[in-house]
């Protein structure tokens, strides 16, 4: 990422206006917290677990209440003129704020957390909808990866000197210092947000806010990959909000730890998701991968799970002693275990999150950008506040901390069979392309010649069981793969292509009824937009020659004139999925990671599509990719 976008004049006064207003939220809200959980603050006779509960949930109610009118305003109005303005009323927030603290008003901190949610949520849509008037469109991604890393590393410098400062003896200064000392910043960066024009003048504000936030939902939910889009994101921060509300008396009460085993908790989890983000945008291979996002849900519920196993395994000498430090509680036999639960219930959640929102923004109209956000936040908050009442019901049911991440566990592991269910085919494309990259070297030449959208047909020749999933792997959209129908007898290879929608083909003279239903199958696919992918030579290769291409091709074209992409595998045969007879799993290991060519030609126009042409073109990539590189 080049470094000129972030220290542009334009960008950089809105990435540090985002810096400092993400670590001023959590420098705040998490120094409440752990004063709360460590000094038994009681309010209206809910014990502190339960305060804590109810802190998260009034900081994300506004969220839900004026989020929809957040969106209309940010879309009407002159956004860095709003942006100062949502700047100073954090300053005046946090002078507020001052005051409790110096008070030990909590009553008055839980209305301050209320106008800090407050603000928070008119910034919301004008931090992302003022980017694209701010970069050129070819430094947009940039920018975006820019403002999400300098939040990651906001939330966990703010959640981390929020801890801290609960430790000193002076602490309420500290605090006092801290909150109204990065509003000022926040505040002096702000004045610098370049001016920008005002896109949709005519969007008529609803101040009737229940109203509005009722509308903005119902306008997006038509569109159902992205409302799917904006569930599965508001199911994270439901999960995340009931694990962070829970972590501080998690620790203290199921742990007996202290301070700064809440602090690394709160540190791990904020770590944790940023890493899993990374290694889901590396596993991505820079496009938007949804088929990762089964894997993150699983990930979180089995970690979750055995974080409840740890903690009723825990156990410690002397429960009537001081609570454990950081340094005790890792030289504790389970400190490790639960520490490392954790992180990878964190890193789980990175994977899960980040092609959700990178799905939202690539498939979102940029004139409703501001109003899909707003949307996705009101969703969010909505989920969180429910997580709150959850939490808050579960434990005045008598349920301990552990008992609860448990409950949280198996309502996931639920969520993550629909997620599955939903989408299929893109975690049969994320498996592929995870096999081609690690069983094997694959190797892709022409790959700007792969569709991006349907309808199309591929072509390619048939090497091994597995030719269609690598393909699959390293296609930008699900394939419709046309099959032999007696594969399907193998069974773990049946479950693949039930969910991969593989179309299963005979040939006439032994099943014409099913060859029929194949064609009528790949014409409906067709008319869908959807693309096909079918190996003309009928049968999987015995000698590792290509044979001749049948006309079947020819009579898909006539019906439904599409492009045909003929492409050419080289590499797979001998390998353990061909039918060479030196495949043995013993030989096959021999040819770990050795390197497979998908070699792909331009797409043929329908008018000029025949099996003999189609067999030429593949047979010249077939030798290209045997070529030595």
Known sequence: ???QTLVSRRFLPLFLTQFFGALNDNFFKNAIVVMITFRGIQMAGLAPGMVVALYGGVFILPYFLFSGTAGQLADKLEKSFLIRLTKLSELLVMLLAATGFYLDDFNLLLGTLFLMGLQSTVFGPLKYGIIPDLVDESTLVTANAYLESGTFIAILVG?????????FLDARLLIVTGVVGVAALGLLASWFVPKVPVRAQDVKVDWTFVRSTVEIVAAVR???PIFNSILGISWFWFLGAAILMVLPTFAKDSLHAGEQVVTAFLTLFTVGVGVGALVCDKLSFRRVEVGVIPFGAVGMSLFLADLFLAASAW??????????????FVAHPGGWRVLSDLLLVAFSGGMFIVPLNSFVQQRSEPAFLSRIIAANNIVNALFMVVASLLVIALLALGASIPQVLLVFAVLNLGVSVYIYSLVPEFTLRFIGWVLAHILYRIR????EHLPSDGPAVLVCNHVSFLDWLFIFGECKIPVRFVMDHRIFSIPVVKWLFRHGKVIPIAPAKENAQLMEAAFDKVSSELREREVVGIFPEGALTRDGS???????IERIVRNDPVPVVPMALYGLWGSFFSRSSERGLWKGLRRWRREIVLRIAPAVPPAQVSAQGLEATVRACLAEAAAPS
């Open 1 to 3: 990422m080049s470094l």
């Open 159 to 167: 959640t981390l000197l929020g801890g801290l400062a609960t430790t």
């Open 222 to 224: 038509p569109n159902r």
């Open 315 to 328: 156990s410690v000498l002397d429960a009537s002693g001081p609570n454990l430090q950081l340094a005790a």
């Open 444 to 447: 892709v030449v022409g790959a």
């Open 546 to 552: 290509m044979s001749h291409f049948r006309p079947g």
